[in-house]
Structures are given as structure tokens and as C-alpha cells.
């Protein structure tokens, strides 16, 4: 064995290493997601009592002193504005809730130290790839082990920019552990390939542009359909509320601290909408790597079909958001569809159906 192949190997060993402590570090924000959201329930009855009883307006609300026309002086308390949103005009008025923690402070606290248990899993998850992509000495996706370690590293990636960027995603931050964790677990266990070069057809820079751009726009995909199916509880439950039902147990605990039916719905519209245009690129960078490596850009290979489908498929569903007859339940349902073929289109295509893109 050369001293460039040793060198290779102990990368490749390192870069597993780096993965499986990755896991380890992931499973404890895992844990510290579900102790957010316990502990953030715990106290959800007595806030809800103390808002019917009124014993919360206990706490000072802002006051302005108020002169009159005599030069007497009162005071004049101000409410907080309620900040509630709409899926369209006529629909109802809700609040967002207060978001994974509760407004507790211990379910607040739980909630810091997964975010900071997160973004430590991260950089080791981060330093496993960049060091896979050391040992073969090329961009680290050229199988699927290699696109899913790196899927998940851009998936945890997008929701830390959306804490950065203030938004309030972090009652995502449960199902996105639970699903790096079971991406990895695939990868490490079934989808494993030991470092070595591509083959010829991938061997183009290419691989750079076309490949990165297909995994950030699945790790934002991913987020839009996650968001959907908390849509379609929590507008379940808020139908149950307004007709006059008594929700359960869970929905008490957990969906009524979601944000509102209408801001999940937005904001897996805004992302779905965003990153649309990416995906076209990504299916003609992908034609004209295949013009350059096979002498034409388009040969109904399965992979180029079902990235012409899920294409279709999101395309439906963003028209579907601007007619008046198909916003909300079912523009989500369709979001959900263009999601699954997406995964087809990865996993059954990769694995189950012979073409020209079966790398697995």
C-alpha cells in the first residue's frame, strides 16, 4: 500500500469516527428537544388558567400618563398588540402559540441547550464530510452514503440560518433531529461505501454544481414539507376549536404551541416558492452534464424523469397557492406529494430501478 493510499485510508477512518460521534452528539439535542417540549407543557394548564381568571394581568403592562383638559392626570394602560395571521380574507383570527418551550423558563432552557447541542453536532458532522472529501480527494457525494452524510449537514445547516436569521422555526427543531439521526443511521448501516474515485461519468465539475445545488434544494424541501404536516394538524385542531369541539390531550400540550395554521402554511409556501427556481437549475445543469457525458441532454433515464416529475409536481403545487379554490388543505396535500416523489426520486430510483444514475 503507497503512502498516499494509507493516508487516504486513516482520512476515511477519522471521517467515520467523526460521523458516528456526530450521532452521538445529535441523539442528546434529540433528547433535549423532547425535554423542551415536556417541560414546556407542564406548566400549559396553569397559564391557561391564569389567562381566563385574569390573574395574569398581574405582571405591570406599560402605562402612558394621560393629561386632561383641567391638567388632571390618569393613567391609561396599554395592551400588547395580539399578532395573529391569516390564510385569506374572511378566514379566522389566531395567535401563534408560544413555540416549543411553553414561554417557560425551564422548557426555555431545555430549548438553548439543544440548539447549543446542535450546532456542536454540526461542526463535528461537518468535519466528517469535509475529511470523507480529504480522503477521495473530490467533493463528497459521489455515492449515496456520501450525498446522504451531506444532505443531512445542509439540512441542519438551513434551520441554524433561519435561528440566526430570528425566525421562529425552532418547534422544528424535534422532527429535524429525529430525521438527521435516522438519515445517518441509513447511511452508516445500509448505504456505506468505502472511500474510492468516481466513476467516469461523474468525474466533471460538474459534479460540483449540479450535485450541491439537488442536496440544498432537498434540505429546504425537507423543511417546507415538515412544516406542512404540522399544518394540517394544527388547522385540524384550530377547526375542532372553532366549531365549538374540546381538543385532547395532545393537542393541548404540543399543537397548541405551534405557530398558527396560517404562519405554518406561509412559511412552507415562502420556502417551497424560494427554492423552486433552484431546482429548475439543478434539472438543466443535470441535462447539460449529461450532454457532456453521455452525447445528449435528455434520455428518459428513471432519474431524469422523476427529477422532471417532482419538478411537475412542485410546479402544481405553487400554482395551486395562488388559486383561490386550492389554497390551505389542499395545496398542502399536493406540497406533500412533490416531497414524495422528491424521496423517490433519491431513494427508490437510486436503489430499486436500474439507469444510468444508480449509484447506491
Not at 480529504?134 to 463528497?140: C, E, G, I, L
Request: glycine share 10%.
Amino acid at each position: 500500500m503507497t503512502l498516499a493510499a494509507a493516508t487516504n485510508e486513516n482520512l476515511a477512518q477519522i471521517s467515520n469516527t467523526l460521523i458516528y460521534s456526530a450521532m452521538a452528539v445529535y441523539t442528546l439535542a434529540f433528547l433535549a428537544y423532547i425535554a423542551e417540549w415536556v417541560f414546556g407543557s407542564r406548566s400549559k394548564v396553569g397559564r391557561s388558567s391564569a389567562a381566563l381568571t385574569g390573574s395574569a394581568a398581574a405582571a405591570p403592562a406599560p402605562a402612558v400618563v394621560v393629561k386632561g383638559a383641567q391638567g388632571a392626570t390618569g393613567t391609561a394602560v396599554l395592551e400588547k398588540p395580539r399578532v395573529v395571521t391569516r390564510i385569506a380574507a374572511g378566514t379566522r383570527d389566531v395567535p401563534d402559540g408560544p413555540g416549543a418551550a411553553g414561554g417557560t423558563y425551564k422548557g426555555d432552557l431545555y430549548g438553548r441547550i439543544a440548539i447549543s447541542l446542535t450546532v456542536l453536532a454540526w461542526a463535528v458532522h461537518a468535519a466528517g464530510v469535509a475529511t470523507r472529501a480529504a480522503s477521495v480527494r473530490r467533493a463528497p457525494w459521489g455515492n449515496m452514503y456520501e450525498f446522504s452524510i451531506t444532505f443531512s449537514m445542509v439540512l441542519v445547516a438551513a434551520y441554524l440560518g433561519f435561528l440566526v436569521a430570528r425566525k421562529n422555526v425552532r418547534w422544528l427543531g424535534l422532527p429535524l433531529a429525529g430525521t438527521v439521526l435516522l438519515d445517518l443511521g441509513i447511511a452508516t448501516t445500509y448505504l456505506y461505501t468505502a472511500s474510492d474515485q468516481l466513476v467516469p461519468a461523474l468525474d466533471s465539475y460538474w459534479l460540483w454544481i449540479h450535485v450541491s445545488t439537488a442536496i440544498f434544494c432537498g434540505a429546504v424541501f425537507y423543511l417546507g414539507a415538515v412544516t406542512t404536516v404540522l399544518y394540517l394538524f394544527r388547522d385540524s385542531y384550530e377547526n375542532k376549536v372553532a366549531r365549538g369541539g374540546k381538543p385532547g390531550a395532545f393537542a393541548i400540550s404540543v399543537l397548541e404551541r405551534l405557530p398558527a395554521a396560517a404562519s405554518l402554511d406561509k412559511f412552507a409556501y415562502r420556502v417551497n416558492a424560494a427554492i423552486f427556481p433552484l431546482w429548475t437549475f439543478t434539472i438543466i445543469a443535470g441535462a447539460i452534464w449529461a450532454g457532456d457525458a453521455w452525447g445528449r441532454y435528455w434520455g428518459w433515464d428513471p432519474k431524469e424523469v422523476w427529477s422532471f416529475i417532482t419538478w411537475a409536481a412542485y410546479a402544481c403545487y405553487l400554482h395551486a397557492r395562488v388559486t383561490a379554490g386550492w389554497k390551505g388543505r389542499k395545496a398542502a396535500v399536493l406540497g406533500l406529494i412533490a416531497f414524495a416523489c422528491w424521496l423517490f426520486n433519491y431513494y427508490g430510483v437510486n436503489i430499486f430501478v436500474d439507469g444510468l444514475h444508480s449509484y447506491a
